[in-house]
């Protein structure tokens, strides 16, 4: 009888967690809806800024934005965004491997001399990176409390100012980039200097069909800090997306695996039970047969 208890109180510990898990997978789907609907709403937003942007730039001689200066990359910063929470699958790893083989393809001599620096939007890469020990600046976890453009425009100001003043040669982005709630890209972007963009063919400003006021090196100048911050703003949004996806199909697949794990259970428990009355009854009919002997 000892292990038909131990086998209840197993099916009630799996019929809980079954039930946090649906929950949780229920949650995730509302907030993916909202999230899903702002990064939709942002893409063409920034895929017309970035062909606005190329097509100017082709028709320049040359930029004299800071942000544009191409340097040996010495110093390195990379950006990560992960999220403040588990229970995603491979989400937040998945950033973390990307983040280190780049490191390691890449900038390992920039790291051997202590000059790779980690800004981490999200708490599980502040965190890994922080325990072994990585110059990680600053702290960005707040920002999905309210993950605005405002706030996260706050974080690449930080990072162009940065830039400009030598701290860092180049800045690389890590991120999880949304495709559906199943599958989320994990995607690694130059952010800093802002890269020529591929494809455009240099053109003269008069084949160019914008009216230009006041002039176009003033528009450039004015839309390449733009770009960056929209940039950034999309990789977060993309991430937050990820998350929720992710988070929503974890928690399908736990869900359901309880349910398996609740079926052989419950076999488990019957096939016990019957046993447990099979030999009670077969112990009664030895004692009677006993007894009349």
Same mark, same amino acid.
Request: charged residues 25%; glycine residues 4%; proline residues 2%.
């Given at each position: 009888?000892?292990?038909?208890?131990?086998?209840?109180?197993?099916? =009630?510990?799996?019929? @809980?967690?079954?039930? +946090?898990?649906?929950?949780?997978?229920?949650? $995730?789907? %509302?907030?993916?809806?909202?999230?899903?609907?702002?990064?939709?709403?942002?893409?063409?937003?920034?895929?017309?800024?970035?062909? +606005? #942007?190329?097509?100017? @730039?082709? $028709?320049?001689?040359?930029?004299?934005?800071?942000?544009?200066?191409?340097?040996?990359?010495?110093?390195?910063?990379?950006? %990560?965004? @992960?999220?403040?929470?588990? #229970?995603?699958?491979?989400?937040?790893? !998945?950033?973390?491997?990307?983040?280190?083989?780049? +490191?390691?393809?890449?900038?390992?001599?920039?790291?051997?001399?202590?000059?790779? $620096?980690?800004?981490?939007?999200?708490?599980?890469?502040?965190?890994?990176?922080?325990?072994?020990?990585?110059?990680?600046?600053?702290? !960005?976890? /707040?920002?999905?409390?309210?993950?605005?453009?405002? !706030?996260?425009?706050?974080?690449?100001?930080?990072?162009?100012?940065?830039?400009?003043?030598?701290?860092?040669?180049?800045?690389?982005?890590?991120?999880?980039?949304?495709?559906?709630?199943?599958?989320?890209?994990?995607?690694?972007?130059?952010?800093?200097?802002?890269?020529?963009?591929?494809?455009?063919?240099?053109?003269?400003?008069?084949?160019?069909?914008?009216?230009?006021?006041?002039?176009?090196?003033?528009?450039? $100048?004015?839309? +390449?800090?733009?770009? &960056?911050?929209?940039?950034?703003?999309?990789?977060?949004?993309?991430?937050?997306?990820?998350?929720?996806? =992710?988070?929503?199909?974890?928690?399908?697949?736990?869900?359901?695996?309880?349910? /398996?794990?609740?079926?052989?259970?419950? #076999?488990?428990?019957?096939? %016990?039970?019957?046993?447990? &009355?099979?030999?009670?009854?077969?112990?009664?009919? @030895?004692?009677? %047969?006993? #007894?009349?002997?």
């Amino acid at each position: 009888m000892a292990n038909l208890k131990e086998v209840r109180n197993r099916i =009630a510990s799996v019929q @809980s967690t079954q039930q +946090i898990t649906k929950a949780m997978k229920m949650v $995730s789907a %509302a907030k993916l809806k909202r999230a899903t609907n702002a990064i939709i709403q942002l893409r063409p937003y920034a895929t017309k800024l970035k062909e +606005i #942007l190329g097509n100017l @730039s082709a $028709s320049l001689e040359g930029s004299t934005s800071p942000f544009t200066d191409e340097r040996v990359p010495n110093k390195v910063l990379i950006v %990560a965004v @992960s999220s403040n929470r588990g #229970l995603a699958g491979a989400f937040n790893m !998945n950033v973390i491997k990307a983040t280190n083989n780049l +490191i390691a393809e890449k900038y390992s001599e920039q790291l051997k001399n202590g000059n790779v $620096s980690i800004v981490s939007i999200g708490k599980k890469t502040q965190d890994f990176y922080e325990k072994r020990n990585y110059k990680v600046i600053g702290n !960005n976890n /707040d920002v999905y409390q309210a993950l605005t453009f405002e !706030n996260v425009t706050k974080i690449t100001e930080a990072i162009m100012a940065g830039f400009e003043k030598g701290e860092f040669d180049k800045v690389e982005l890590v991120y999880n980039q949304f495709k559906n709630a199943a599958v989320q890209i994990i995607t690694t972007e130059q952010l800093l200097p802002l890269p020529k963009t591929e494809g455009v063919v240099e053109v003269k400003a008069s084949n160019v069909d914008y009216i230009l006021e006041p002039n176009q090196e003033e528009i450039v $100048s004015q839309l +390449i800090p733009k770009s &960056i911050k929209i940039q950034l703003y999309k990789a977060v949004l993309d991430s937050h997306a990820s998350e929720h996806g =992710a988070r929503m199909t974890s928690m399908d697949k736990a869900t359901e695996n309880a349910g /398996d794990l609740l079926k052989a259970l419950k #076999l488990s428990y019957n096939q %016990a039970r019957q046993a447990a &009355i099979t030999t009670e009854l077969t112990e009664i009919v @030895s004692g009677a %047969a006993a #007894l009349n002997g």
